[in-house]
């Protein structure tokens, strides 16, 4: 699978990862975890690593947590999470409880969710940061409304990553987020690359186009994911799914070529966007 380098650090990040929401707040049965032990299973087979979850995902952090411990495959993550809540005691409590959860002694990246509180927690998050409990500090909003203000806490520097919504449907981030990260050194995770999933099902039905096969792409999903990762400043995509034959087309966004920019400009007309 491609990488691309985490601009603080150099250090490279498999381009397409595994996001947690709804589709691993799972119980304890076996007939419901065994699928996602396959989705895991099927990313790190294909070069990937990231698996994003928060607190607010219900029980798919300790989902998360169980299956690396049972399979024995922390070390091929790159477990990324979220402090979201409000006061520096209630944020270091529930960030202890997500350590926990995932059965791990150090978080690739903790995030501060939906900007929730997000001045009490960096100084939490720096020393943590600086002692080696998580490795990298990162911010997240999931709509097109709060990239202003995303970009304005960016400004203060010391974020690593942060995590936004983009997708064909929702192209409000290349405006000023991506060139502020791509000047700035910050990392993106994108979320929602399908438009929360309705724009994937209203193409669906579709035929797939001639010019998919430019990109080694043999399914919308396919499509909609290298359209997101087209622009070099994008890190890593996080497509949630609990499915494994979900995750085996996804991954496939990770290999081949990616659209230049007059495929991009027939991607969106072709999707009447």
Known sequence: MHKRKIPSTGEELPV????TWQTFDVGTGAAER?????????????GGSVIDSSPMYGRSEGV???????????????????????????????????????????????????????????????????????????????TESAHETLQSVLQRGGFDFVQVDYALDDRGVERRLLPFAAEHGIAVI?????????????????????????IDCT????ILLKFVLAPLAVTCVIPGTGKPEHMRDNVRAGFGPYPDAALLRRMIGDAGL
């Open 16 to 19: 397409v990862g595994c996001g």
């Open 34 to 46: 065994a699928p996602l032990a396959e989705v895991l299973r099927i990313l790190f087979e294909a």
């Open 64 to 142: 998360v947590g169980d299956l690396l411990a049972a399979a024995g495959s922390r070390d091929k993550a790159f477990v990324a999470t979220k402090v979201w809540t409000t006061g520096r005691d209630a944020g270091i409590a529930q960030m202890e409880r997500s350590f926990k959860l995932l059965r791990t002694d150090r978080i690739d990246l903790m995030q501060i969710h939906n900007l929730v509180d997000w001045q009490t927690h960096v100084p939490t998050l720096q020393a943590w940061k600086k002692e080696g409990r998580i490795r990298y500090l990162g911010i997240t909003h999931y």
């Open 190 to 214: 994108v979320n929602q690359p399908f438009g929360g999933g309705g724009l994937l099902r209203k193409l669906s039905g579709r035929r797939l186009p001639d010019w998919a096969a430019e």
């Open 219 to 222: 399914s919308w999903a396919q």
